[in-house]
């Protein structure tokens, strides 16, 4: 028998309520890691965008498209590395619920720009020959079975073909991946130049431009640059970092993070109260006990931190649970949201967090049993029982 | 020094404050205890008995005076010293027993030999022993709550006498028992005093208990009278 021994028998020692205690630890710790990874999942578009990347969209919106003209002028401003466009095809595949995000874009310069999506070199090459062709996030081709060279038809909820139907085959020439496991690679890329000549309106028109700086520290500079060149044009264009346009495009749903943080907080807050006040029961119930390990001879200091380590034994019991079952739920999740989300994952981040929000949990909810124990005097301990 | 004094107690004096009231309880009490005595302390309810065995055992400190212990200051010991000093030299036996309820016989017995530098098969030896010794040899995986309270007893004893001190205070050690019972148990302790040595100090209302012991002081208002009770 050691310390750690008896810790253990006095947290076990009634079975329903350190199921309880531990459950609503365990809850707390579930929504936590779903909610964090939900958010995580949201942000990753912020998260994962590069820091020399800019997005030039029209003034007025992002549905109201660019003149075809813009990629080369942009391409002359100072400071501009590269430059790519798209324009959102508004895709869907056989159903208008599957709906996909499906780009038109310049397959020349997509990977210069977006270079941190991974692509095997004769599949790119392949794409470039075939103007048919499509390349498919890995996530996405994992969500619908599709393999490279099968012959996919897709749909689009805005433009008409010029064949009078409403959708476009298309070869799968590649699957691209990306570095990062956040980033998102649920959605498809196809030539904008097979979009422009089959499609019956629109004109050589683009939805936005992506480029990216020689340097971020001239991001600002290079984006005054380029709204400066259109200004007072008939298409006068807005330019920001593309982690700032994500953000606002985020925004647009409402401020997900207060909102998750509420929801947290009140679930921490409520928890903290519920084991707080039972660790206080469950100590005070005990007064005798402690009066007579004193007796013994144990230091106060001793059981201090014996009644420390059981309250932080309890919410590490809880929580890492509740972290396993939230990191299983996410997984099995994030397969059935693959066609809305980004992945969602349980990142070290979260879990790191996780962990720090356990020892606060065991701290604060122990701290008060803790110091009484440390305060008791054995002649009124045992006076009182 | 003398040799056989195991406790000295000069002036003593103990007060405690109720509300605005100071309540005294000794004033300048002077005692001498032998070791290897075997004494019980008699005295009607609020003579101050358990507030002189919380004072002997070191759980609770004069407001005046020096408590000799072994000829050491044990009044001057800070509260950690005294924990320390509780554990080497100390076995206590309460009324109701105090087992940890959710420790078997052999895990209570043990509880004083984790402030020991014993390791683990030195300590289960001991357990062995203490068990044997009061005849619960066969009930070392039982908790209390399976136990009579004389059994129970018998393990607070052995849980007192496990680390080996040199004193046992006992605290109305068969308050809660049986005739027969509270016998069995004031033999085991007339036992550990002849045959292993130990100073045992019990406090208790029952005369035919305190017969178990060498000596009784009747206890009185914070004064004591002798009675010597066996050679």
Redesign the interface.
């Given at each position: 028998?050691?310390?750690l021994?008896?810790i253990y028998?006095?947290l076990?020692?009634k079975k329903l309520r350190l199921f309880l205690t531990s459950f609503a630890i365990f809850i707390a710790f579930l929504i936590f890691g779903a909610v964090s990874a939900l958010k995580g999942s949201l942000d990753s578009g912020i998260e994962m965008s590069a820091d020399n990347r800019l997005v030039v969209v029209h003034k007025i919106n992002f549905t109201v498209s660019l003149p075809y003209a813009y990629v080369n002028k942009v391409k002359q401003i100072e400071g501009v590395k590269d430059v790519t466009h798209a324009n959102w095809f508004g895709g869907y595949y056989q159903e208008p619920s599957n709906q996909i995000v499906a780009l038109a874009v310049d397959p020349a310069s997509y990977f210069d720009v977006y270079s941190e999506l991974i692509i095997a070199p004769q599949q790119k090459a392949q794409w470039l020959k075939n103007q048919t062709g499509m390349l498919i996030g890995e996530r996405l081709a994992k969500v619908y079975g599709w393999k490279v060279g099968d012959r996919i038809p897709i749909s689009s909820n805005i433009f008409s073909h010029n064949d009078g139907g409403h959708t476009w085959d298309f070869v799968v020439d590649g699957i691209f991946s990306a570095e990062e496991v956040q980033t998102d690679t649920g959605y498809l890329v196809f030539h904008y130049k097979y979009f422009k000549e089959t499609q019956t309106f629109g004109g050589d028109n683009v939805g936005w431009l992506v480029l990216t700086t020689k340097s971020s520290s001239i991001n600002e500079k290079v984006a005054k640059a380029i709204d400066k060149e259109f200004a007072n044009s008939q298409a006068e264009t807005e330019t920001s970092t593309e982690k700032a346009f994500n953000k606002a495009f985020l925004e647009q749903l409402g401020n997900i993070g207060l909102i998750i943080f509420s929801v947290v907080f009140m679930a921490f807050f409520t928890i903290l109260v519920v084991v707080g006040n039972t660790m206080v029961l469950a100590v005070r119930e005990r007064t005798?006990?402690i009066a007579?390990?004193?007796?013994?001879?144990?230091?106060?200091?001793r059981i201090f931190k014996m009644i420390l380590a059981e309250s932080l034994l309890l919410a590490f019991l809880g929580g890492l649970t509740g972290l396993g079952v939230s990191y299983i739920v996410i997984k099995g999740v994030s397969e059935q949201l693959a066609r809305f989300l980004p992945n969602m994952v349980l990142t070290t981040d979260i879990v790191l967090q996780a962990l720090f929000y356990m020892l606060a949990l065991g701290l604060i909810s122990g701290i008060i049993p803790a110091v009484n124990a440390l305060r008791l005097n054995?002649?009124s301990a045992f006076n009182r029982g | 020094m003398t040799q056989d004094k195991l406790f000295e107690l000069n002036n003593v004096c103990k007060q405690f404050v109720k509300g605005k009231e100071a309540i005294s309880i000794f004033e300048n009490l002077n005692i001498t205890i032998k070791k290897g005595d075997f004494l019980a302390i008699m005295g009607p309810s609020g003579s101050g008995k358990t507030t002189l065995l919380n004072l002997l055992g070191g759980v609770d400190q004069p407001t005046s005076g020096e408590i000799k212990f072994d000829d050491d200051r044990i009044d001057q010991l800070s509260e950690g010293q005294l924990a320390k000093w509780r554990s080497n030299n100390v076995g206590f036996i309460f009324q109701f027993y105090n087992l940890m309820p959710m420790l078997n016989a052999a895990r209570n017995v043990e509880l004083p030999l984790l402030l020991t530098q014993l390791n683990r098969s030195q300590r289960q030896q001991s357990i062995n022993t203490a068990l044997e010794l009061v005849g619960l040899a066969d009930r070392a995986k039982h908790m209390p709550g399976e136990l009579s309270g004389g059994q129970q007893q018998r393990v607070a004893i052995a849980r007192a006498f496990v680390s080996d001190p040199k004193l046992l205070l006992c605290d109305e050690p068969t308050g809660d028992l049986d005739r027969q019972t509270a016998d069995e148990i004031l033999e085991m302790l007339q036992l550990l005093n002849r045959k292993f040595g130990k100073t045992v100090i019990m406090v208790t209302h029952d005369p035919a208990a305190a017969k178990f012991a060498n000596k009784t002081l009747h206890l009185d208002k914070g004064q004591f009278v002798e009675k010597e009770l066996m050679a």
């Amino acid at each position: 028998m050691n310390d750690l021994f008896l810790i253990y028998k006095n947290l076990t020692r009634k079975k329903l309520r350190l199921f309880l205690t531990s459950f609503a630890i365990f809850i707390a710790f579930l929504i936590f890691g779903a909610v964090s990874a939900l958010k995580g999942s949201l942000d990753s578009g912020i998260e994962m965008s590069a820091d020399n990347r800019l997005v030039v969209v029209h003034k007025i919106n992002f549905t109201v498209s660019l003149p075809y003209a813009y990629v080369n002028k942009v391409k002359q401003i100072e400071g501009v590395k590269d430059v790519t466009h798209a324009n959102w095809f508004g895709g869907y595949y056989q159903e208008p619920s599957n709906q996909i995000v499906a780009l038109a874009v310049d397959p020349a310069s997509y990977f210069d720009v977006y270079s941190e999506l991974i692509i095997a070199p004769q599949q790119k090459a392949q794409w470039l020959k075939n103007q048919t062709g499509m390349l498919i996030g890995e996530r996405l081709a994992k969500v619908y079975g599709w393999k490279v060279g099968d012959r996919i038809p897709i749909s689009s909820n805005i433009f008409s073909h010029n064949d009078g139907g409403h959708t476009w085959d298309f070869v799968v020439d590649g699957i691209f991946s990306a570095e990062e496991v956040q980033t998102d690679t649920g959605y498809l890329v196809f030539h904008y130049k097979y979009f422009k000549e089959t499609q019956t309106f629109g004109g050589d028109n683009v939805g936005w431009l992506v480029l990216t700086t020689k340097s971020s520290s001239i991001n600002e500079k290079v984006a005054k640059a380029i709204d400066k060149e259109f200004a007072n044009s008939q298409a006068e264009t807005e330019t920001s970092t593309e982690k700032a346009f994500n953000k606002a495009f985020l925004e647009q749903l409402g401020n997900i993070g207060l909102i998750i943080f509420s929801v947290v907080f009140m679930a921490f807050f409520t928890i903290l109260v519920v084991v707080g006040n039972t660790m206080v029961l469950a100590v005070r119930e005990r007064t005798n006990e402690i009066a007579v390990l004193k007796t013994l001879g144990f230091t106060s200091m001793r059981i201090f931190k014996m009644i420390l380590a059981e309250s932080l034994l309890l919410a590490f019991l809880g929580g890492l649970t509740g972290l396993g079952v939230s990191y299983i739920v996410i997984k099995g999740v994030s397969e059935q949201l693959a066609r809305f989300l980004p992945n969602m994952v349980l990142t070290t981040d979260i879990v790191l967090q996780a962990l720090f929000y356990m020892l606060a949990l065991g701290l604060i909810s122990g701290i008060i049993p803790a110091v009484n124990a440390l305060r008791l005097n054995i002649v009124s301990a045992f006076n009182r029982g | 020094m003398t040799q056989d004094k195991l406790f000295e107690l000069n002036n003593v004096c103990k007060q405690f404050v109720k509300g605005k009231e100071a309540i005294s309880i000794f004033e300048n009490l002077n005692i001498t205890i032998k070791k290897g005595d075997f004494l019980a302390i008699m005295g009607p309810s609020g003579s101050g008995k358990t507030t002189l065995l919380n004072l002997l055992g070191g759980v609770d400190q004069p407001t005046s005076g020096e408590i000799k212990f072994d000829d050491d200051r044990i009044d001057q010991l800070s509260e950690g010293q005294l924990a320390k000093w509780r554990s080497n030299n100390v076995g206590f036996i309460f009324q109701f027993y105090n087992l940890m309820p959710m420790l078997n016989a052999a895990r209570n017995v043990e509880l004083p030999l984790l402030l020991t530098q014993l390791n683990r098969s030195q300590r289960q030896q001991s357990i062995n022993t203490a068990l044997e010794l009061v005849g619960l040899a066969d009930r070392a995986k039982h908790m209390p709550g399976e136990l009579s309270g004389g059994q129970q007893q018998r393990v607070a004893i052995a849980r007192a006498f496990v680390s080996d001190p040199k004193l046992l205070l006992c605290d109305e050690p068969t308050g809660d028992l049986d005739r027969q019972t509270a016998d069995e148990i004031l033999e085991m302790l007339q036992l550990l005093n002849r045959k292993f040595g130990k100073t045992v100090i019990m406090v208790t209302h029952d005369p035919a208990a305190a017969k178990f012991a060498n000596k009784t002081l009747h206890l009185d208002k914070g004064q004591f009278v002798e009675k010597e009770l066996m050679a």
